[in-house]
């Protein structure tokens, strides 16, 4: 037996007892994941925890497009683009 086919066989048995995966389910994890990446990334840079409640809305709402279907882009990308922006217009508020 290859790998390849227990990798096709450990599936099938998976699929056998929770039923095959559920696309809507795989994205919101998918999202939850690069979400929780984003708010690392923002506290890795800021040094602080939480971040600044302007950051986290500005997640969350891109965060809850992504799950929603209403943007397919890739979850990593998007929340990190996201992040990266809402960090640069919080620093710019909080620096005049």
Do not use: F, I, K
């Not at 990798?7 to 007892?17: C, T």
């Not at 840079?45 to 890739?74: H, I």
């Amino acid at each position: 037996m290859t790998d390849s086919d227990g990798r096709r066989r450990a599936h099938a048995l998976v699929d056998e007892l929770v039923g095959p995966s559920d696309e809507t389910a795989d994205r919101a994890v998918e999202v939850l994941h690069a979400h929780a990446a984003a708010l690392a990334w923002v506290r890795d840079t800021t040094g602080s925890y939480p971040a600044p409640p302007m950051v986290t809305a500005a997640l969350n709402e891109a965060a809850t497009a992504l799950r929603s279907g209403g943007d397919w882009r890739d979850p990593v990308a998007a929340l990190g683009q996201a992040a990266v922006e809402a960090l640069t217009a919080y620093r710019s508020t909080t620096a005049t």
